[in-house]
């Protein structure tokens, strides 16, 4: 099975940097994808690890350790529309071609002003 | 990019009544959709996986007899919560998997079971 643990909360004030943790748990390993969902809306893809690294997409940043199972999102240049919930997820080997993700239990990032 | 929609957006059903909803890749064909439930402030539960063509394939503790999935074609899958129960009110959002293993949401169905 997977399993996957992020905070459940952050708080950060605009024009800040934050940093969103994920450990993961798998009897298989693809890669680690990142997710924004604003309240009400679709997950929107965000970025992907699959080797160990920084992937980085404009102000957001991603980390892979695969020999720690462990990776980060980062945030920089908070702005107040980056207030949402940020998953993590894994592909699942075990559903074959299916690719199937299993997320994390999100974390409600809150920008102040 | 890849686009998914979903109809209807909202829906608001009596119980015992039944409910489809529809999930459409616009841009693209996608062979695997998949749809899931997610509650408020949580995360998204995957439900099941479409496949074009042949059964889905639920996760354990989804009853297939009660939430029927049919993947018709190549950019439609669609979700009928058969018999709904207030129970069953959720956000659904369907997704479709794009050729190098990414998925791409639907904007979500809000379903009220009265």
């Known amino acids: 099975g997977q399993s996957l643990e992020q905070p459940s909360e952050v708080t950060a004030v605009e024009g800040a940097i934050v940093q969103i943790n994920c450990t993961y748990q798998t009897s298989g390993f693809y890669g680690l994808s990142w997710y924004q969902q604003h309240d009400g809306g679709a997950p929107t893809f965000l970025s992907y690890n699959g080797l160990d690294g920084l992937e980085e997409t404009g102000r957001f940043s991603s980390f892979l350790s695969r020999s720690d199972s462990y990776g980060y999102l980062l945030l920089q240049e908070l702005q107040m529309k980056d207030s949402a919930s940020y998953f993590c997820a894994v592909r699942d080997p075990s559903s074959g071609s299916a690719r199937q993700l299993t997320f994390g239990s999100g974390t409600q990032l809150t920008v102040l002003p | 990019g890849a686009v998914v929609s979903q109809h209807p957006s909202r829906v608001i059903c009596k119980s015992g009544t039944s409910v489809k909803i529809e999930c459409r890749s616009l841009d693209f064909q996608a062979t695997t959709m998949f749809w899931y439930r997610q509650f408020p402030k949580k995360s998204l539960m995957l439900m099941a996986t479409s496949n074009e063509g042949s059964k889905a394939t639920y996760e354990q503790g989804v009853e297939k007899d009660k939430f029927l999935i049919n993947h018709a074609s190549l950019t439609l899958s669609t979700l009928t919560v058969t018999s709904a129960h207030p129970e069953d009110s959720s956000f659904y959002i369907c997704?479709?998997?794009?050729?190098?293993?990414?998925?791409?949401f639907g904007p979500g169905t809000r379903l009220t079971v009265t």
């Open positions: 997704s479709a998997r794009v050729t190098n293993g990414e998925q791409y």
